[in-house]
């Protein structure tokens, strides 16, 4: 029988048919970032004050100022109230100048904003005083189906394939992310914003999956990166279409409306073959094969296409294989907490990006520039230093980051943002490193599985970073230090996982791999050891 790497050494590990796939299912991570981060360029804090337009009926010839001194009660600073206002009286003008208000109540007929401001998100539904936690419900409400994509996508990838999920996924988001931009209401909105999460977490999990399984074991990480360098750039475009476009309703559709684009998809992505062969699909597998050798201008043996008729169909793997069999048990614990220590911090510095002190703009900027460095040093660093060390080290410098802004006079605003870039900088290097370990350490029928398990962890941790923001108005150090504490206490546990670097996939569960080296300590001259391991698997 032969081994699905002989395909891959022959197609070559990253030919021109690889090559295109990774970008096809680079493309729509490009709009990744806009539905991740994009609502708070939707919600910028502006003045306001509560509607007194009740004082009108009396005193018709009231100037705007007269109005606001007259109706609105001032602070300690002296500003007006944006979040009382006096209580309406049935005095005549006369008497209310003479004697003044002095009974106070909440906003009961709305809120006023300066005249010739774009629509926003927060002018347009309310969302300030009573009603400004809305804002962080309805980004954890898109977390929230980026959980409810991982539960459903994972395991219905692995059991209906990579390309028929992807290609619902980029449907999904599509038609419902268009949506957004005419919803009427608030609880709308954040339905079809749930819908969205649900279809991009089926999309970064497809893609993952296609990324890893369509080149060989040399080129793993560089192919994965390339898609997340596309997330990256779509960070930075995101800060200069923010910028351009403050009306939220257009910027909805600039956001969304390119997806669409994305449809021929259903004519020219392809399934994994890999995935077929573990399907017993044998002949769809042969024939995907061809094109690609078709297509890099090179030849598959008769005789090893022929081979694959001795692979038998495996039998589907569930959740529950990932916690009983022991080899498995161990990594899938370690990687569940990875993938929340990692995601509370990324999504705990990037949905604060209006706290830093400097301009908005410039930082979504500077926080886009940043990733793309990381993701390219990550390479680097994934085959110099090796997959456990690398996941380890980041994780920790990404939490360190955060619990040493802690400590900084919130004056120092440029300090404050220089950390949290570096911190921005590990955290993206470290989330990159857990998407590639994790492919690597789950064999092919239960991968993506595995992953839509670690990708709900992670998006647990996306519902409650943006939860977590408002505590700072106890002490502003509270949320920076549980952003921080998590990355460096499971960085710490990754020292306990196997080095997969240079190994080809492991197709079927039954594949004594990882159980041979949980029965070995893991040591600096223990990684040849584990290299023997795998290659005298892959030779029988």
């Known amino acids: 029988m032969a081994e699905f790497g002989e395909f891959m050494k022959i197609l070559g590990e990253f030919g021109p048919y690889q090559k295109l796939v990774i970008l096809f299912i680079s493309l729509p991570l490009l709009l990744n970032p806009f539905q991740m981060v994009g609502q708070q360029f939707m919600v910028l804090d502006v003045p306001h004050h509560c509607d007194t337009s009740w004082i009108r009926a009396v005193g018709p010839n009231l100037t705007e100022e007269e109005q606001l001194n007259l109706s609105l009660p001032r602070g300690a600073d002296g500003a007006y109230e944006q979040c009382r206002r006096y209580s309406p009286v049935d005095w005549d003008l006369d008497s209310i100048r003479t004697y003044g208000l002095n009974a106070t109540e909440e906003c009961r007929s709305g809120w006023v904003y300066p005249a010739g401001q774009p629509p926003s998100l927060l002018t347009e539904f309310d969302l300030v005083c009573d009603r400004k936690d809305l804002k962080d419900i309805s980004q954890s409400i898109y977390m929230v189906g980026l959980v409810l994509g991982a539960m459903i996508f994972g395991p219905l990838s692995d059991r209906i394939g990579r390309r028929p999920v992807f290609l619902i996924s980029i449907s999904l988001q599509g038609f419902f992310g268009l949506g957004t931009a005419f919803a009427p209401h608030l609880y709308v909105y954040m339905a079809f914003r749930c819908v969205v999460g649900i279809a991009v977490s089926g999309t970064l ?259 409650l970073a943006p939860l977590i923001h408002p505590l700072a108005e106890f002490h502003r150090a509270i949320p920076m230090a549980i952003f921080g504490s998590p990355p460096v206490l499971v960085g710490l546990l990754c020292f306990l996982l196997p080095e997969t670097r240079g190994n080809d996939l492991v197709d079927d569960m039954s594949s004594k791999i990882l159980e041979d080296l949980s029965k070995k300590d893991i040591t600096e001259d223990g990684e040849d050891l584990e290299k023997d391991i795998y290659r005298s698997l892959e030779s029988k």
């Not at 369509?214 to 898609?227: E, Q």
């Not at 705990?348 to 926080?367: C, K, P």
């Not at 886009?368 to 380890?392: D, H, M, N, S, Y």
């Open 205 to 463: 999990i497809t893609s993952l999956a296609l990324a890893t399984e369509w080149v060989g074991a040399s080129s793993r990480p560089k192919a994965v990166l390339i898609t997340h360098c596309c997330f990256t750039l779509g960070q930075m475009l995101l800060a200069g279409l923010t910028y351009g476009v403050r009306n939220w309703r257009l910027l909805e559709i600039a956001g969304n409306a390119p997806m669409f684009i994305l449809f021929f998809y259903i004519c020219m992505l392809p399934e994994s073959a890999r995935w077929l062969v573990t399907k017993g699909r044998i002949e769809e597998a042969k024939k995907v094969l061809q094109k690609a050798a078709s297509f890099n201008k090179c030849t598959i043996p008769p005789e090893l296409l022929e081979q694959l008729k001795l692979v038998k169909q495996t039998k589907s793997g569930s959740i529950l294989d990932l916690l009983w069999k022991k080899h498995l048990r161990k990594v899938t614990l370690i990687m569940l907490f990875t993938w929340f220590a990692n995601s509370l911090v990324y999504y705990g510095l990037s949905l604060n990006v209006t706290s830093f002190g400097l301009n908005i703009y410039l930082t979504q900027l500077a926080f886009g520039a940043v990733e793309l460095p990381a993701r390219l040093f990550c390479i680097f660093l994934l085959e110099r230093f090796g997959r456990k060390k690398t996941q380890a080290v980041l994780l920790l410098l990404s939490g360190l980051m955060c619990l040493i802004i802690t400590g900084i006079p919130e004056d120092q605003s440029v300090v404050i943002t220089v950390l949290a870039i570096i911190g921005k900088f590990a955290a993206t290097a470290s989330f990159s490193t857990s998407h590639i370990y994790a492919a690597e350490l789950l064999p092919t029928i239960i991968r993506q599985t595995g992953v839509g398990l670690y990708l709900m962890s992670a998006r647990v941790a996306g519902v």
